[in-house]
């Protein structure tokens, strides 16, 4: 294990911006990381996964820790599910085509969400119907401030949509070593019926799909709607869709009468953020070497060379747009350093 000094962060983050680390190293063992967090003379800590969720508008001062602890293994299982643990440094996607390739059933539906499995609890990641708490068991974390490891249920998570305890009370005090998920063997709950996956099912002539068809499926509706970032940089959403109550909705509706909504209870409706930010006028839009995606206007991207910062004032650009134009404020997803 070696501390390296003034390391380019390009490659760690998938937005590829070119921040500064003063300090950096790569943890690959639990012993590792332990004797990392007893170093004293780094106060400033940054914890690194897959990088997928952060826009780095700055260099960062400080040790940044890239957990690269890897291992899937199977610690339980009876006829009906498998108990799989994953280290949070496999790559979420990876540990997704393991599942379907042994035919656990449950991760599908989150095929190809970039970043890994340590970072997927803390935002609770989902896609096409399904969250990470559908099939989180239970994770470890090491406590930053004392080296001891402690178990979350998924109760003790709180859960909720793009939101953990990891996101709230316990941010920045835990890093999460493994997770365990909590898959089926048989009877697999198939959802098939979120956004386009039954009429891309349809367009595979497939009548009675198995998780392999849809993991299928949803990879092919990612790849055309979300650019990968390994060719133009990005972070999947940008923001998250906005709860707003039925009234406003019911009053926006009669200037915008195709505003789509998700209904979430008697008094909010959900709308998606990237119609809201498609009917601003900022779908395609680029400037310089950053913008908007053309396919999907929640996704912000870098064409090279962007500042962080330069995303960012474009952001905060869509937010005053969209409070201006609708009376709603969107919140961004993605953790701004
Ligand atoms: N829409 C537009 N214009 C756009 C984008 C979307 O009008 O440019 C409309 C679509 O027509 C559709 C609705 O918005 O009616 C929803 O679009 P989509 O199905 O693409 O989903 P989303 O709500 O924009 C969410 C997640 C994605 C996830 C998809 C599919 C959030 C913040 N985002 O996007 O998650 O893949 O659903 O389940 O909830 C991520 O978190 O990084 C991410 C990509």
């Known amino acids: 294990m070696k501390i390296k000094q003034n390391i380019s962060l390009k490659p760690y ?45 700055q260099n960062f001062n400080g040790l940044v820790i890239h957990v690269n602890l890897k291992g899937i293994e199977i610690v339980s299982e009876n006829d009906d599910f498998v108990f799989v643990k994953a280290a949070a440094g496999e790559v979420w996607h990876e540990f997704v ?26 935002q609770n990641i989902g896609a096409y119907g399904v969250e990470l708490k559908d099939v989180f068991y239970a994770c470890e974390a090491i406590s930053i401030e004392n080296q001891t490891i402690e178990t979350f249920k998924k109760t003790d998570c709180h859960f909720d949509y793009r939101n953990s305890i990891f996101k709230n009370e316990a941010k920045g005090k835990y890093i999460i070593t493994s997770v365990t998920f909590q898959l089926t063997k048989r009877n697999h709950q198939l959802h098939i019926h979120y956004g386009t996956i039954a009429s891309e099912l349809e367009a595979m002539q497939i009548k009675i799909p198995t998780i392999q068809d849809i993991s299928k499926a949803v ?35 009669q200037n915008f009468p195709d505003m789509p909504n998700y209904p979430i209870s008697n008094e909010y409706v959900k709308i998606p953020a990237g119609w809201l930010i498609e009917k601003a006028g900022f779908k395609g839009k680029r400037f310089d070497d950053y913008g908007v ?45």
């Open 13 to 57: 983050n998938t937005f590829g911006l070119d921040a500064l680390a003063s300090h950096f190293v790569e943890v690959s063992t639990m012993e590792d990381l332990r004797q990392v967090l007893t170093l004293k003379n780094y106060p400033n800590k940054l914890v690194l996964g897959g990088g997928s969720n952060m826009l780095l508008t």
């Open 293 to 337: 995606h053309k396919n999907q206007a929640l996704v912000l991207v870098n064409y090279g060379n962007a500042k962080g910062s330069d995303i960012l004032k474009l952001s905060e650009l869509i937010q005053k747009t969209i409070e201006r134009l609708f009376g709603i404020s969107i919140e961004a997803e993605v953790n701004i350093l």
């Open 97 to 122: 085509m393991y599942c379907i390739h042994n035919d656990f059933g449950g991760v599908e539906n989150l095929s190809l969400i970039p970043g890994n499995v340590g970072t997927a609890p803390i």
């Open 219 to 253: 990879i092919a509706i990612r790849e055309s709607k979300l650019p990968n970032p390994k060719e133009i940089g990005n972070s999947g959403s940008f923001f998250k869709n906005p709860m707003v109550q039925k009234s406003h909705y019911q009053n926006l509706l």
